[in-house]
């Protein structure tokens, strides 16, 4: 793929992103929610409304994390600290290398970002590649770190 292809790619990717976080956004209000959890063991993503009622669940890939204190991106595949089967569930992004030819999809060590912007479309690029419903970017209150999940499916809760 030539640069230009590449940011075409880029261009696609981040509209397809913003159609699906619409969608999102209008069936289930995921940002009004105050509060995230994450079930490794079952892959589910859950949210919260401020009243600690459980508002949407939702079947979740861990694609990647971004550091905003080292402008770094890390793929969830390539991260020791998650359990195996997450880790391999997301190693299909790795996939991304070969069809970009950019090896920035398939680095192990952290991926140096330039901002937000790019882990928002490297996130992006899998939640085109999974075909998934959009993402969910997940903040951490004790790191300058927030996780990325492609959401696969979803539901509101009563």
């Known amino acids: 793929m030539t640069n230009e292809q590449f940011q075409d790619f ?4 981040m509209d397809d ?3 699906k976080q ?5 069936a289930y209000g995921m940002t009004a ?18 009243d600690g009622a459980l508002r949407v669940e939702a079947d979740v890939i861990d694609v990647g994390s971004f550091a905003s204190n080292a402008n770094s991106w890390m793929w969830s595949w ?21 069809i970009t030819g ?16 790019m882990a928002w479309e490297l996130a992006a690029f899998s939640v085109r590649h999974l075909g998934a419903l959009g993402v969910y970017k997940a903040p951490s209150p004790l790191r300058p ?11 509101k809760c009563p």
């Open 10 to 13: 880029i261009q696609t990717a």
């Open 17 to 19: 992103l913003r159609a």
């Open 22 to 26: 619409e969608k999102l956004e209008a």
């Open 33 to 50: 929610c105050v509060r995230w959890d994450v079930d490794q063991a079952s892959e589910k993503l859950k949210l919260f409304g401020s």
């Open 78 to 98: 390539a991260n020791e600290s998650l359990p195996p089967a997450l880790r391999e569930k997301s190693a299909v992004l790795k996939e991304l290398a070969g």
């Open 102 to 117: 950019f090896g920035l999809f398939a680095s192990e060590a952290p991926v140096p970002v330039k901002d937000e912007t």
């Open 145 to 155: 770190t927030a996780a990325f999940f492609a959401i696969m499916s979803a539901r």
